[in-house]
Structures are given as C-alpha cells and as structure tokens.
C-alpha cells in the first residue's frame, strides 16, 4: 500500500533540523507550563490577566511553529480551557 502519492517524494530532515526542531518544542513546553503555573498560582491575577496570557501564549507558539493552529487547538487549548475552568469557575 502505498501512503504517498506516486509524484510525493519523502521528506528528509537532517539530524541539524530535527535538533533546532525539537528545541523550539521544548522551549513551547516550557513557556505553556510556566503560563499554566501563574495563572493557577497567582491569587491576584485577574479572568481578563489570564485570558491575555492565553491569548499572547497562542501567538508565541504559532510564530515558533507556523500553520499549526490545529495542533495548537488539539493539544494547549483544551488544557488552558479546563484551567481557566478550575481557576476562575468559567467557561
């Protein structure tokens, strides 16, 4: 069974690609997990605070990983949802 196309060559990426690649993945995780942490840490932080963090958070991801906005959906917004959910009793 053949999964490409017949004109679809595989794509081939170098082990110098993949690094930078998962670096920027770790460095999303890292932010996605601090953001998570202050707005269920903070005590003073406002709804509007943490939706704008939310808000900035999404922007960064998608400027570090272009035309993922569905990966984006899939995986943060679901988490930030039942956060704000939790944190703020919303949504």
């Known amino acids: ?9 595989p794509v081939v990426i170098s082990a110098e ?16 997990n601090m953001v998570m942490q202050v ?8 709804v509007d605070e ?3 963090m939310i808000a900035d958070t999404r922007k960064a991801a998608l ?3 272009p ?4 990966a984006y959906d899939l995986i943060w917004r ?3 949802q039942r956060l704000m ?7």
């Open 39 to 46: 707005i269920a840490q903070d005590g003073s932080l406002t």
């Open 1 to 9: 069974m053949e999964l490409n196309g017949p004109n679809v060559e």
């Open 78 to 80: 679901p988490r930030f």
């Open 17 to 32: 690609e993949r690094a930078e690649e998962q670096k920027l993945i770790r460095r999303m995780q890292m932010m996605m």
């Open 85 to 91: 959910r939790e944190r703020f009793r919303i949504m």
């Open 67 to 70: 035309g993922k906005e569905l």
């Open 63 to 65: 400027a570090m990983f």
């Open 50 to 52: 943490a939706a704008q």
